[in-house]
């Protein structure tokens, strides 16, 4: 059984992700977005892999490997992402969500399922 605060933590990142991710594929500031980070040929993939982690974060509250695997696939991904903020030379703050959820999605893949 998932301890309540874990199931708070699960439901915030799939929530995030589940938004994010369904944004890549509609919202025109995404896909400016995505030309900024020079992913723009990426933009679909990475915003249905996003929409399916956060399915399996969901479906890991009954199966755990299922929460484990969406969260460490989406803290693999964060990391990527600190790299690309980094390669074109965002600020801090611009990187600091990417590194809050890298951070929440390998605790929620090592501790809370």
């Not at 980070?37 to 479906?59: D, F, H, K, P």
Request: charged share 10%; aromatic share 10%.
């Amino acid at each position: 059984m998932v301890a309540p605060l874990n199931s708070v933590l699960i439901l915030f990142s799939a929530i995030s992700f589940l938004g994010y991710g369904a944004a890549c594929f509609v919202a025109s500031y995404m896909k400016r977005e995505f030309e900024r980070y020079r992913l723009a040929s990426q933009r679909t993939l990475v915003g249905g892999l996003q929409v399916c982690a956060a399915i399996g974060l969901l479906a890991g509250l009954s199966q755990p490997w299922m929460g484990r695997a969406a969260a460490a696939g989406l803290a693999l991904m964060m990391l990527v992402a600190v790299g690309v903020r980094i390669k074109i030379k965002d600020t801090l703050l611009q990187t600091v969500p990417a590194l809050i959820y890298l951070a929440l999605n390998a605790y929620l893949s090592l501790a809370a399922f």
